[in-house]
């Protein structure tokens, strides 16, 4: 067991602010490796020590092993908090850590080698009895419909060599097999010179829900879940914790199923596993496994009580967790609106520029997690997430409610933001109903009259 | 308005970085891009002319930009890592006071992980300071050692 004294923090952002707020807390130094682009910011200031890993580009400083091990090693740090993003789940890193003594905030290159790729984590998932979609590979016809008629309508064809939705087909009906899988078989050929297909059942109301894990490789524990199912392409916007109307099977199912995946990997340190959850037949599904601190990591410290930043630096030190399964009281509701330097009347296009103002004053039960300060430049090399305002409430709609008020009162002058989208959802009456799916924001999109304003 | 968007123009700046060519113009509807790399003496170019901001990430910056023959320039690291004078211990330093070097001069060896990079003095001119010192720290941009530049 290693006591950690200085953290070297690889990332950027309001996460690099976030780690350094428990290290402080913690008493452990900080030295932040920061890109060019970045030596004026929030969290530079904050850290004991900054060093200047590269240029602005990230494959040229955040993204790069040995600059951040050599940077680690040379300030004297004993550990390396690898954040979200960038090197966060890279098994080049953990391992490089390994072979210069230094501790890898995170778990260990096994673990990550485990939950790496899609394939192997699903393999994983099955060995473990964890829900996974139904599905399979078919070759023939006869075969499609054996399996269709054991999984049911509606299904996806998909080519095994496609992606993006290209050679894919929904069938909704069994006298619609025929004919679909005969043309997903030709497309499949004449697009990627492969026509081999597999099937899937598609799930038409899905809800994207993720399970926190908690393991110091002995004893796994959950955290509750947070739902993420408010998202624009595959980025999420609103999460919250608990997941609203969920039954209390389903939700119990999920934290069972995610405990048990963590466990049959031997998982050591905070992580989270991702489910679809199929809202007309009531099942659920295993996605992925995440082993890094996630962004929206704060909704369930709103609801737990828990510091995720300190339970993941001290699971790194060897410690055991201090706690139970029955320790971990979740209680009230967060809600987290992820704030962006965005054009939202412009296709929601990055919009980099500098802060004039940012002022978020502290209001009961809010909480925000930010890299801004007046004057602060975002850059346009990152992405363009700048703020996460968490609400906490008794209940959902008090949580709402707080989040309501941040909205009107926080102000952030100089950049374009997607406030205004935050707003409308607030005041959506689907969304304050509770358990919207994954189709909810695209569909809210269109329809939506999105204040004009500065801000 | 011309087709394209910042991400466009992104896009553009790191395919140019990648590649061998130093200079590129664009010029499309009202939208005219200069770029030039290795710090080619620009001119007030028109990249995103209604902005003031976001500066453009062109390509690494070289001593060669602006200098001036007889002033005095550093040269910066191009990375962070542990900074040697010399190939091996106990070796002459690759440059000293007063030596004279060219663009391709190599000045010192920047160590990441064991992987040794060779720098080289990206000017023209006579060595008149070793800056950094030998078996140290160096981060990004610090100044290695100083040129009187020809």
Redesign the interface.
Known sequence: MAAIRRIFIANRGEIAVRIIRTCRELGVETVLGVSEADRDSLGAKLATRVVRIGPARATESYLRVGTVVEAARATGCDAVHPGYGFLSENRSLAEACHEYGLIFIGPDPANLAAVGDKLTARSHAEAAGVPLIPGGSVETLEEARRLSDKMGFPLLIKAVSGGGGRGMKQVRRADELEEQFSLAVSEATAAFGDGRVYMERFVEVGRHVEVQIISDGTSVLHAGERDCSIRRRYQKVVEEAPAPCLSEELRSGLHEAAVRFARHIGYRSIGTVEFLVDVERAEFYFLEMNARIQVEHPVTEAISGLDLVASQISIAEGKPLGFSQADIRLEGHAIECRLNAEDIHNDFRPAPGRVTLAWFPSLTALRVDTHLQPGAMIPPHYDSMIAKLIAFGESRDLAIETMEKALRVCALQGVKTNKALHKAIMADPRFRKGGVDTNYLGGLLPNLVIEEGSE | MSGL???DI?EIL?LV?NSHFTELRIETGDLKIELRRDGAASSPSAFEPA?D??PA?VA?PKPAASVVAGECTAVPAP????YYHAPKPGDAPFVKPGDVVSPETVIGII???K?MNHVSAGVSGIVTEIVAPSG??I????PLIRVKVA
């Not at chain 2, 981060?139 to 610090?142: K, P, Q, T």
Request: negative net charge.
């Open positions: 968007n910042r991400s992104f790191s970085e902005r901001a976001a990430p690494v990375m962070l890592g542990i160590e990441v992980m992987l140290q720290l981060e990004h941009g610090d």
